[in-house]
């Protein structure tokens, strides 16, 4: 009976016991483990990281190790970064990483060479930007002799294991022939690619190309569930095409969609074509004999182009977006950007866009100086070389639904009123004044204003107060015009050419007098500044001052060789007008009337 009793309360009491061991195990656990993150996080005792090293495996290149278990503790944990796209230029590597950079200076790129992927070299990067923001741009030197391209990224002062980045993707573009860039535009899918040999400044024929929609890279082989659709209109290196439907309806799903052009086949362009053809890899319900047989007709140009639904491309009602914006491509010139902003402001500009071309000369600090001061900058990054038409294209489509007018000129180029300058009428706000009186115009959609071509004017050093009052000498005939635009106007090819655009039909341009406003391009500064720009020029159909073609081309300085040796007398070329105009205007209306000094003289408080 007793024994009965004794059992009975085992039963009774045991998972209470097991219960309350458990308990006080899980407590002792946490506790310990609390312990060692405390013991972790202290000073007193840090851990070197060389000793700590955790494997992880990632589709990528790339494989870099934290730098301190102290950062991950606080939120700062450093994953490997990946590398998607490598593309070969021919000054560097550019590669694309699907993550934000915020320590670029701890960064190396390491290569491997070619025929022993264990013999590595590391070289510190050249340059870290954001990108479309959603994935960074890391600019690498170009790959030492017999090291490969397919470059990767460490934190600097750590190991890399090698034996897990082979089995990833190690393709490299090169720029030759590339799809780069891709926004959406309304029931369209705007696609910019180099290598096409479209004609310049005219529009191609359509129905060699179609758009390729899908997940993974075109030059995988299991690209997995792709859509195609059909060109609608194509022109220099922007290719247009109507997005497939299950994107048209749901584009907030579509982030990351990686598109590309496809060269049709013979067959494609010959016979009518549906809008969009839908291919399922491995699918039964679709015929994949004649899938298989389509693909090798097709060729599919490599891209690293995605698309994502920015808040910019949205639409806004015309009474809400600024009256007067301006849109610039540039590189290397940080110096020159506050008297042109700060002029052009005045004048009534309210929106800039500048389309930086790998600039590496601190143009970042001044654009946020600006900022601080109010104006209304921002910069895009856009990391492709030589293609200012296509970025002038991709900069309409974004200011399209923010401004009714655009202006696209360049740093060196500022408006002048010479009229209301010589009748002493004030001239804050006449730009914009300007445009607005045809923001309603059923016919008129740019305006265009020729350029006056200024030299050194005598100067040896750059001028202290700014281009408008130290260059006061000038060619006498005026050269080509820069325009103002509407963007929501324009053809539907984007098609532009030396910073004027094709229009809607039915739409024309208006010619102002000189009299009432001119363009004062300083063209050909002191040598100093002149020899900046000899080396590299943005546009895609404007060559290099180095480059030996189109010698007799006003693109090209009169006399001037394929090298950066300053000319004879060079301070005293191209003057064959004295004009103080632009001087006399800047210094009567922006001058400080007690120092004498211009807004851009002046430090940031």
Known sequence: MESEQRLKRKRIYRPYSRAQFLSRRSLILCLSFFVFLMFLSSERFPIRTVSFHPVVSVPSLSILSKNSLQDSFHAKLRFP??????????????????????????????????LNHKDVVRQRVLSVDEFDGFRSVVRC?????????????????HGVDYSLSLRSNRTVHSWDRLVYEAAFDGKTAVVFAKGLNLRPHKESDPNRFMCQFGLKNSDEEDEGFV?????????????????????????????GIRVTVVLASRNDVEHVRMPSAVRFRNSRSYDHRRNRMRQKENIAVPSVAKLYNSKSYQTKRNDGKFELCACTMLWNQAPALREWIMFHTWLGVERWFIYDNNSDDGIQDVIEELDFQDYNVSRHTWPWIKTQEAGFSHCALRARNECKWVGFFDVDEF????????????????????????????????????CHSFGPSGLSSPPLQGVTVGYTCRLQSPE???SIVRPD??????????????LKKGFSYLNVPE??????????????TFRAKFFRRVATYVVDWQENQNQGSKDRAPGLGTEAIEPPNWRK????????GLRDFVLANLADPATGSLPWEKSLL
């Open 515 to 528: 009299s009432s406003i001119i363009i004062n391009h300083y063209k050909y500064q002191v040598w100093e």
């Open 489 to 502: 106007l324009l053809n539907e090819t984007l098609l532009n050419v030396v910073h004027h655009f094709q």
């Open 227 to 255: 859509v195609m659709t059909e060109a609608i209109v194509a022109a220099q290196e922007v290719v247009r095409c109507s997005l497939p439907s299950s994107i048209r309806n749901n584009p907030d799903l579509a982030q």
């Open 141 to 157: 030197p170009l790959p030492p002799w017999n090291y490969s391209a397919a470059a990767g990224l460490m934190w600097r002062g």
């Open 573 to 580: 070329q191209f003057c064959e007008v004295w004009d103080t």
């Open 480 to 482: 080509r015009h820069k």
């Open 81 to 114: 970064l990946s590398v998607e796209d490598r593309v070969l230029f021919p000054d560097h590597l550019l590669l694309l990483v699907s993550d934000k950079i915020d320590e670029a200076e701890k960064l190396d790129c390491v290569y491997h060479k070619v």
């Open 415 to 450: 408006y002048y009123f010479p009229r209301h300058h010589r009748r002493g009428l004030p001239g804050q706000n006449l730009l914009r004044s300007l445009v607005a009186n045809y923001s309603s115009s059923r016919t008129i959609a740019e305006i265009r204003t020729a």
